[in-house]
């Protein structure tokens, strides 16, 4: 075989390889990336968000979208509130949408990279590693009738503990959600921080002793209250953060570009008052608003760029 022939041959099939690596062929000869990961994204227009690929055969369009929500931020939560709104986006997209819990915010931004889910809700931390590490594309969060929204980080313990403030977290045990919540908005020095899963468990362990105090989110907490499972009287709020977003609602980059219209038109035109999400969300919430990442997360970036955060899959 002639060594030009040859040579020919090894070329197309290092092109072929390359350009079944998931987001490769996608990130070459991208010119900007800013904090995503560059091997898979890449963002030319420069929104902070993975550009959708120009190439037609990386663009996804499934006859299922498996919808993955933040992992159960209180035990009031029920799947039944967001039956409607799930029965409203498969009308919406022509497919099929499967519901899931996520395990860990780690698990579903994992699940995302490997295009194992193609919907979520992220909570408010875990939405900027999912933006950087797994091409999320977040449009929506609950707000309320003025179009204002948001929650405050709060540092509770129990009314009888003693504690009065930071400065007598010294030794103790403290407990965040996750290492990719936003606690890091809270300095407590001295203090061993506990990973408990979820909103809920950090409010039910300070309730029963187990944790000293707990960085929480206020509208989960003004939702347990509200619903009977957190007994305000026993606990107190000795910190508060500025406000910050809520959990975002967005999907994979690499959704075509009509199903991303269809998506989004879902939000637009989902009839709250009538359904489930009203009652469950009562306290905070009136419905979804569309959002900019770009401005509206920029408080939270801030605050991780002050932590020191880098984002790397590493980490997940």
Known sequence: MPTHFYSVIVVMTAALLAASIP?????????NWGDLDQKLYCDEDRDLLADTPSQGYQLKDPDTLVFAYTPVEDPTMDENAF?????????????QVRWTDAK????QIKSMRNGDIQLAAVSPGATVYAVNLAGYVPIALMCRADGTFGYQVQLITREDSGIKGQADLAGREIAYVSALSNSGALQAEGAKVIYS???????????????????????????MAEHGSADMKAL???WASQSYPST???????LTPDLQRRIHDA????????????????????GFCTISYKDVWA???QLQEENGVEYDVGDL
């Open 248 to 254: 975002s609602f967005g999907f994979a980059y690499d």
């Open 267 to 286: 939000f637009l035109t989902f009839d709250w008052k009538a359904s489930g999400l009203a009652k469950m969300f009562s306290e905070s919430a009136d």
């Open 104 to 107: 860990s915010s780690a698990d």
């Open 236 to 238: 107190r709020v000795i």
């Open 23 to 31: 987001g490769n062929t996608h990130a070459q000869g991208c010119l």
């Open 299 to 301: 408080p939270i970036r």
């Open 83 to 95: 039956a409607g709104f799930v029965a409203h986006l498969s009308k919406k997209t022509g497919k």
């Open 197 to 223: 899963g979820s909103q809920g468990e950090s409010i039910a362990g300070v309730l029963s002793g187990k944790y000293a105090a707990a960085a929480v989110n206020s509208n989960v907490l003004a939702r």
